[in-house]
């Protein structure tokens, strides 16, 4: 290919009909500035795109749910939805609560007292997320009949990861304590989560 | 023979088209000719929509929550009994202004409930209205189908200016003219009610709104008949499109960007091109 | 392919050309759309059409798929997932969905603009057939798209949009209602032709990006056309396309995305029907059941058509519906003329802006109510659509005396007649 051009000052160009163009910085400046505009336009329009698959308005409209506990009686749990995930409320025995209270917090995998992951007043009642910390089954040991595990809390059926009655991790292989969401008694018997 | 058959295809083709196309034309004109259409009676008497100023009018309008209140205030104590407005839920009310507090007492006290059934015994009963929950569907048992209001501003020619005539529409009776063409219109069919701005010009709804405050606006208002029908109307434009505002105030900013955007892509092009002919 | 003066890829740095080594991917770009590609130095601001047509294919495809992420495709649930989900909770989603929808109207938009520039410089003459052909199919492609997509919202139009045009099928003789059963998969538009439109709503657009991959290389085999329609003989003839295109097409992208964000921000309905805005009612069918605005000719075609002849009326109007796009597969053959540009053929240029007007007034006929006038006008205007293809132009192409063509695309431009500017021809035809 011909390289028209050898012979002009090094500012100057060729056009392709090989006419002598003048001098193209100025060029430079308008074309950086446009091509700026157009990335930081592109670059605008992907936000919305990302932001779509956000959780949307009506997702979000049902973050909080309003339980009535009234009807678990001690030594019972019951499964509630929150969020679209499971929901473990149980209403502890004395005899779980002392159970809990009885095992030395530095022992565990996940320090925490029962204290810390129930409500003052209301130290019977353990809410907690129904998934385990593993990778995200749902544990066995809120419905009636099904296996606690050996520390008599909770039992994970995919990997036997097993929780006590204070919901804490004992053994098998996940990290965390079963998450507590927030949650508030706005009665005795009744409990916003969220 | 064969080739030049083929190389005249295309004149048979089109000429038969054209043919028939000119029979249809002849029978078109023959038959409008020998049965001209006679004029019928919504053309005669359906009038266009009245003209009705908002302010979410043209491209940059943006709503009035004072207004939108107001409108919501007329579809709950006129509307809601019979009309639907299934697309919006109660949360939305916050967006015109209510707080969360008087959204879940609305919620809560709106008379229609929800439905649920029984898990364990397959009945069903109800449950008072949540925040996040859509309005409940109206289900009327009367003559008639009262539609869905959520987009009746967008389902409608003339939008807000249609639902604004329907509503303040039912006093205008068919001239003596018109009646005289269509005496069959001097007497409204039992259940219905004439309309002019209505397509069918019977319409199954009886006049919604009859007198003045009839509802009493808690801003101070006058609740005029007319200002009933400007305010639910205004209202229904909202329900139709509760972003629209938010999508007026993108589009100054997206158009002014572009606006320079282009204005630049413009300049480099030029000087791009600055020296060759083309 | 391409001239041989086209410049050479020659990657700089050693990722470049390790990647240039293994797998060309830069090289093929850079040939297609990059500075390897030489085209004619006097293309006018409709030559940017292709490349718009290609950033709407984009911008469908784009927010086609962040849609789907949130549309329910069943009879029960796709009204609400728009009209509530989408429009009202679905963060930006009102901006999709007008952008989504809008979208398809500047897609067609684009697309006539382009095949009309075709027709004026007859871009479909040799030895571009194959690039007009890929074309036509793209085109038929994007309107089967166009009205799948329009079925999805499950309002009125849609639901009876979907009722008219697979009834389109069962005038075919004896297999026609089976057919139409076939395609609605049940007796009337519900769940089942709901999902199998939306599972081609969705396949289709890839389609169309490969048949348009199929239309870039064919026209990178003789090279872009141009006003004069004179080909090109040199060097001094052509530009890189890269920056000279590129620059003009950044230029005519923006003013675009301004018409298209005018629509979007400001007028999202203005192109759309309030009826469609009724969720869909097997009961009961709108007054007045009209297309979207780029079907309108096409559907003026179609009810054109109330004479039987040997075969029902109906089955006439569906042929030539369907005859009024294919005869454009032999539009190539129809016009025998050597002289390309319109610039330089009288007569046709007088012909072609009688098409021009006979297609708006076809238009205008198929959106309005088929009141007898309008019928009459269609009747017309149909017959003047077949009569502009399959009779006055094979004549013309024989009869008529070309203007002088210039000797070459520079000469043209710099005579200052490179036929560049095709309104002030017409205005002068």
């Known amino acids: 290919m011909a390289t028209p051009g050898d012979d002009l000052p090094p500012d100057a160009t060729v056009g392709p009909g090989g006419e002598v163009l003048e001098n193209p910085r100025r060029r430079d400046y308008l074309t950086i500035a446009a091509v700026s505009f157009a990335g930081v336009g592109a670059g605008v329009t992907v936000l919305p795109l990302i932001n779509s698959m956000n959780p949307s308005a009506d997702v979000l409209a049902l973050s909080t749910t309003e339980l009535d506990v009234s009807a678990i009686e001690p030594g019972q749990a019951i499964k509630a939805s929150f969020r679209k995930q499971p929901l473990f409320v149980r209403n502890l025995t004395q005899k779980e609560q002392d159970e809990a209270n009885a095992v030395p917090v530095s022992s565990l995998r996940d320090p925490q007292t029962l204290k810390d992951r129930t409500k003052e007043g209301h130290a019977n009642w353990l809410i907690t997320l129904g998934v385990c910390t593993h990778l995200g089954c749902v544990p066995l040991g809120a419905g009636e009949g099904e296996n606690r595990g050996p520390f008599g809390g909770y039992f994970c059926p995919c990997h036997g990861s097993a929780y006590d009655t204070a919901g804490r991790i004992r053994q098998g292989p996940a990290p965390k304590n079963l998450e507590v969401p927030n949650y508030e008694f706005t009665s005795p018997t009744v409990v916003v989560v969220g | 023979m064969l080739p030049l058959f083929i190389r005249s295809i295309k004149f048979l083709v089109g000429g038969a088209f054209i043919f028939v196309l000119g029979l249809a034309l002849f029978g078109t004109i023959s038959g409008w000719v020998q049965d001209p259409p006679k004029e019928t009676a919504e053309e005669a008497m359906h009038h266009h929509p009245k003209e009705l100023r908002l302010p979410s009018d043209g491209p940059l309008g943006k709503f009035d929550n004072q207004q939108l209140q107001r409108g919501f205030l007329v579809f709950e104590k006129v509307c809601a009994s019979c009309h639907s407005l299934s697309l919006v839920s109660f949360r939305d009310l916050q967006q015109i202004g209510y707080s969360e507090a008087e959204v879940k007492k609305i919620a809560k006290d709106w008379p229609i409930k929800q439905p649920v059934q029984d898990p364990k015994a397959g009945t069903w009963g109800e449950r008072d209205n949540l925040a996040s929950d859509r309005f409940p569907k109206v289900y009327y048992p009367g003559t008639g189908t009262p539609p869905d209001l959520s987009l009746i501003t967008k389902a409608r020619h003339g939008g807000p200016a249609y639902v604004y005539s329907l509503l303040t529409g039912y006093s205008e009776k068919p001239s003596a003219e018109a009646l005289a063409h269509f005496p069959e219109f001097a007497k409204t069919p039992d259940g219905m009610h004439f309309n002019p701005y209505f397509a069918n010009l019977n319409i199954a709804m009886p006049p919604p709104l009859t007198a003045d405050d009839q509802v009493t606006f808690s801003d101070g208002t006058r609740a005029t008949v007319d200002q009933m029908a400007q305010d639910v109307s205004a209202f229904l434009v909202w329900t139709a499109e509760p972003t629209m505002q938010r999508r007026h105030a993108a589009g100054v900013a997206v158009v002014l960007f572009l606006l320079i955007a282009t204005g630049l892509a413009y300049g480099a092009y030029l000087t791009v091109w600055r020296g060759v002919k083309h | ?429």
């Open chain 3, 1 to 429: 392919m391409s001239f041989p003066w086209a410049r050479h890829y020659e990657p700089k740095n050693p990722l470049t050309q390790w990647i240039d080594s293994r797998l060309p991917l830069p090289r093929f770009v850079y040939n297609a759309v990059g500075a390897g590609y030489p085209v004619p130095r006097n293309l006018n601001y409709f030559w940017n059409f292709g490349v718009l047509a290609g950033v709407a294919l984009v911008v469908q495809i784009v927010t086609g798929i962040v849609l789907a992420m949130h549309f329910h495709s069943s009879a029960a649930g796709a009204f609400d997932s728009i009209n509530g989900t989408i429009m009202r909770d679905v963060n930006a989603g009102w901006f999709l969905r007008f952008a989504h929808a809008n979208g398809a109207s500047m897609f067609l938009l684009v697309v006539y603009i382009h095949i009309f520039r075709g027709l004026y410089y007859g871009s479909y003459k040799a030895p571009r057939e194959m690039v007009w052909l890929i074309g036509v199919v793209i085109f038929l492609l994007l309107m089967a798209t166009a009205f799948m997509g329009y079925v999805l919202p499950w309002g009125q139009m849609s639901f009876w949009g979907a009722q008219v045009i697979t009834g389109f099928f069962s005038a075919i003789p004896v297999v026609g209602e089976w057919i139409r059963i076939w395609l609605l998969g049940g007796y009337a538009p519900d769940d089942a032709a709901l999902n199998r439109f939306f599972s081609l709503h969705y396949l289709l657009p890839f389609v169309i990006a490969g048949a348009v991959i199929l239309h870039i290389w064919a026209l990178h085999i003789p090279g872009s056309s141009n006003p004069t329609g004179v080909e090109v003989k040199g060097e001094q003839d052509t530009v890189p396309f890269h920056p000279y295109y590129t620059a003009k097409d950044g230029f005519g992208v923006g003013v675009f995305l301004i018409l298209f964000s005018t629509l979007i921000f400001f007028f999202p309905d203005l192109l759309g029907h309030p009826d469609n805005y009724i969720p869909a009612n097997p009961l009961s069918t709108p007054a007045h059941i009209v297309p979207e605005w780029y079907f309108w000719p096409f559907y003026a075609i179609l009810r054109a058509f109330t004479a039987n002849f040997i075969l029902e009326a109906k089955l006439w109007g569906v042929v030539a519906m369907f005859g009024s796009i294919i005869l454009l597969f032999f539009l190539p053959w129809l016009d025998k003329s050597p002289v390309r540009s319109a610039n330089y053929r009288p007569m046709y240029r007088v012909a072609f802006w009688v098409l021009v007007l006979d297609v708006l007034v076809l238009g205008y006929c198929g959106g309005s109510a088929a009141t007898p006038g309008i019928v009459v006008l269609s009747q017309i205007c149909a017959a003047y659509y077949f009569a502009h293809f399959l009779i006055i132009v094979p004549i013309i192409s024989r009869l008529e005396r070309p203007k002088p063509l210039p000797n070459s695309i520079t000469e043209a431009v710099l005579a200052g007649k490179s036929g560049s500017r095709m309104t002030e021809t017409a205005v002068s035809a």
